[in-house]
Nanobody, 115 residues
Framework: QVQLVESGGGLVQHGGSLRLSCTAS????????MAWYRQAPGKQRELVAT???????TYAESVKGRFTISRDNAKNTVHLQMNKLQSEDTAVYYC?????????WGQGTQVTVSS
């Protein structure tokens, strides 16, 4: 069973940084576009950043210039470097493919930004 395991979340002050990691099981990781999503309390899950198979990246306007997505296909891992964190970034962060449909959702990792 293919799985996604996210890690690296925590409590950080406004303006701080965190680096999230997501490791995928199986051998299909490198054939898929990967993305980070987040879900804040009371809100729908939203797409935050995407990295295509050859490394092209896209970002939601709200995180552009602050977040950087990267991938290591040899390690089946995708990262999200988050800088200049704001209270609006507080959410549970998930990785998955884009579009969805390959992996089930992992447990996510909580990011809390204190003001």
């Amino acid at each position: 069973q293919v799985q996604l395991v996210e890690s690296g979340g925590g409590l950080v002050q406004h303006g701080g940084s965190l680096r999230l990691s997501c490791t995928a099981s199986g051998t299909i990781f490198r054939f898929n576009t990967m993305a980070w999503y987040r879900q804040a309390p009371g809100k729908q899950r939203e797409l935050v950043a995407t990295i295509y198979i050859r490394g092209t990246t896209t970002y939601a306007e709200s995180v552009k210039g602050r977040f950087t997505i990267s991938r290591d296909n040899a390690k089946n891992t995708v990262h999200l470097q988050m800088n200049k964190l704001q209270s609006e970034d507080t959410a549970v962060y998930y990785c998955n493919t884009m579009p969805l449909g390959v992996y089930s959702w992992g447990q996510g990792t909580q990011v809390t930004v204190s003001s």
